[in-house]
């Protein structure tokens, strides 16, 4: 199993003019450590409009500043949100192909469609449409990079013979993935021939798996890949935290993995909430949450909750060591782990990275 960072670059408030520079300068430093400690990857959101809990609407410009003072870590797209008018699929054949060039070719592509409220209704976008356009978008993008001189006529977006340029270093093109939270999401980005990235928190490796054997049995009948071939590797999220002392690393996840959870929860919710009278589609997971947000079970992710669950990495390096097999048992191929969830310190996460990447991930190396 591979172990990535992954980010969504929270900002708490109160906020001065420093915070956000401050946020993003402090990322670009943990994901150099990483590289440093022998982490395989550096993923990142695109969010848009979604206060304190993440500030990353222009993840491109930081992979480049990663990617120049980097030379080994992949870059991950976590994922980029392919319905109109989020981005155009040439922008993001060409975004996509100038980052794999100035990178060496170590770019991972994560695409997905948005699931709240503040982003859809942002931007102006029909919930019902969403998949359709991210299928479509993910079709057009990869004609862009194989094909010498593409074009497409489709029900969304429309160019005329055109040659897309920059081509990506990788060949055919990078490596691409779908995220799904769904059962059926899962089914139809293991259809597709997708790589996985299986967004799910606060529950166990062992419910992860459940829908992780569904895309699996959905993959190995996959005959004809969206992609260029049939990418098949699995990715899921976990927040994680590891110190020398576990009472201090309790003391200090407790209020960012407690917090975490139940407002990401309620931002998809909040899409229930604006369609409420109408059908949610392909977001009737939204409408669960609404529900369980209802009847305050989010209040039970408790961090007790989440140890018991091992729905967190936490603790010693020898306790996420053991968290980290429940994943890798459960048919993970790549582990992203939210070293900050909300408002974990620099100094941890500093700490997080090192402790994981000289006594945990080796522990994972074949």
């Not at 359709?132 to 010498?148: L, N, P, Q």
């Not at 829908?211 to 190995?220: F, W």
């Not at 989010?298 to 996420?320: F, H, K, N, S």
């Amino acid at each position: 199993m591979k172990f990535a960072l992954f980010y969504e670059i929270p900002v708490p408030r109160p906020w001065s003019e420093e915070s956000e520079r401050i946020a993003l300068e402090q990322t670009i430093e943990q994901a150099v450590h990483g590289e440093k400690h022998g982490w395989d990857a550096f993923w990142t959101v695109e969010h848009h409009f979604l206060e304190e809990f993440s500030h990353c609407s222009n993840p491109e410009v930081l992979y480049g500043a990663i990617a120049a003072r980097t030379s080994r870590i992949r870059l991950g797209y976590g994922v980029r949100l392919m319905p109109r008018p989020y981005n155009h699929p040439v922008r993001t054949a060409e975004s996509v192909a100038t980052l794999d060039l100035i990178s060496g070719g170590r770019v991972d592509v994560g695409t997905g469609r948005s699931a709240t409220r503040a982003e859809l209704e942002g931007f102006g976008i029909d919930p019902r449409q969403t998949r359709a356009m991210w299928r479509e978008a993910i079709s057009h993008t990869v004609g862009c990079w194989t094909e010498d001189v593409h074009s497409f006529d489709g029900e969304f977006w429309s160019m005329p013979p055109r040659r897309v340029l920059p081509k990506p270093l990788q060949k055919p093109h990078p490596p691409l993935w779908g995220a799904t939270s769904s059962e059926d999401g899962h089914r139809e980005v293991g259809g597709l021939g997708l790589g996985l990235c299986s967004f799910a928190v606060g529950v166990s490796p062992e419910e992860v798996k459940k829908k992780i054997d569904v895309y699996k049995a959905a993959v190995a009948k996959c005959e004809r890949p969206i992609g260029a071939y049939v990418h098949d590797e699995v990715a899921t999220f976990t927040m994680a935290l590891c110190d020398t002392d576990r009472d201090r690393a309790v003391a200090t996840a407790t209020e960012s993995f407690e917090w975490y959870p139940k407002t990401g929860a309620r931002q998809i919710a909040s899409v229930a909430e604006w369609q409420a009278e109408g059908t949610l589609g392909d977001y009737g997971y939204a409408g669960d949450l609404k529900t369980v947000d209802e009847q305050g079970l989010l209040e039970l992710l408790t961090i007790d909750y989440l140890r018991q669950e091992g729905a967190c990495v936490l603790g010693t390096p020898e306790d996420c060591v053991a968290a980290c097999r429940r994943y890798e048992e459960a048919g993970v191929d790549l582990l992203l782990c939210l070293v900050n969830p909300y408002k974990i310190p620099h100094e941890a996460v500093m700490r997080t990275i090192e402790l994981m990447g000289t006594e945990v991930i080796p522990r994972f190396r074949d």
